[in-house]
T-cell receptor, first 110, second 115 residues
Framework: GDSVTQMEGPVTLSEEAFLTINCTYT??????LFWYVQYPGEGLQLLLK?????DKGSNKGFEATYRKETTSFHLEKGSVQVSDSAVYFC?????????FGTGTSLTVIP | NAGVTQTPKFQVLKTGQSMTLQCAQD?????MSWYRQDPGMGLRLIHY???????DQGEVPNGYNVSRSTTEDFPLRLLSAAPSQTSVYFC??????????????FGSGTRLTVV
């Protein structure tokens, strides 16, 4: 069935380090892919999305490219800040159902 | 522009009690859903609705009921609370589930503890 697998956490980085959070998916058809972010005590917020192969979603310095050949949608940021500390969820929407990964906790230390 | 509003934010129940978690959205979204979030398990779908008068079960529906009498409201009822229902509950809505490029808008969550 359709599913999303993302890298286990937690991830701890120093400020200004490079971030990669891996996400791979299994889906029939042509899903859209999303990254959501959850700050402590809050709900999930849409960070970025890509709706077709080779699309790049970007927002707040974060980027992810929809790679159909590797069924991946890895999240990257060139220089993380303390304020990026949060839990990040990869998700896919098949048009029939939304599937979420288990989340990756990121802590950025000064 | 409130988005998705959930109440209450926190609740403690005794085993066997019943209660209703409220969810309301003001975006005229057709699709609404309830998720629970547990450590290490991500988000699991409880129930969803594709429009007023239509509801269906998700992955973990047991112990919960829903109804959708209006487009705006989608309450989640716990019939007889159990400690296993201790969790954080999120309501989410979308303009149209059938369009894969639409994302969800989430409420801020209800943290429920059953003792």
């Amino acid at each position: 069935g359709d599913s999303v697998t993302q890298m286990e956490g937690p991830v701890t980085l120093s400020e200004e380090a490079f971030l990669t959070i891996n996400c791979t998916y299994t889906a029939t058809g042509y899903p859209s892919l999303f990254w959501y972010v959850q700050y402590p005590g809050e709900g999930l917020q849409l960070l970025l999305k890509a709706t077709k192969a080779d699309d790049k979603g970007s927002n707040k310095g974060f980027e992810a490219t929809y790679r159909k050949e590797t069924t991946s949608f890895h999240l990257e940021k060139g220089s993380v800040q303390v304020s990026d500390s949060a839990v990040y969820f990869c998700a896919l929407n098949t048009g029939n159902q939304f599937y979420f990964g288990t989340g990756t906790s990121l802590t950025v230390i000064p | 522009n409130a988005g998705v509003t959930q109440t209450p934010k926190f609740q403690v129940l005794k085993t066997g009690q019943s209660m209703t978690l409220q969810c309301a959205q003001d975006m005229n979204h057709e699709y609404m859903s309830w998720y629970r979030q547990d450590p290490g398990m991500g988000l699991r779908l409880i129930h969803y609705s594709v429009g007023a008068g239509i509801t269906d079960q998700g992955e973990v529906p047991n112990g919960y009921n829903v109804s959708r009498s209006t487009t705006e409201d989608f309450p989640l009822r716990l019939l007889s609370a159990a400690p296993s229902q201790t969790s954080v509950y999120f309501c989410a809505s979308s303009l149209d589930r059938g369009r894969s490029n639409y994302g969800y808008t989430f409420g801020s969550g209800t943290r429920l503890t059953v003792v």
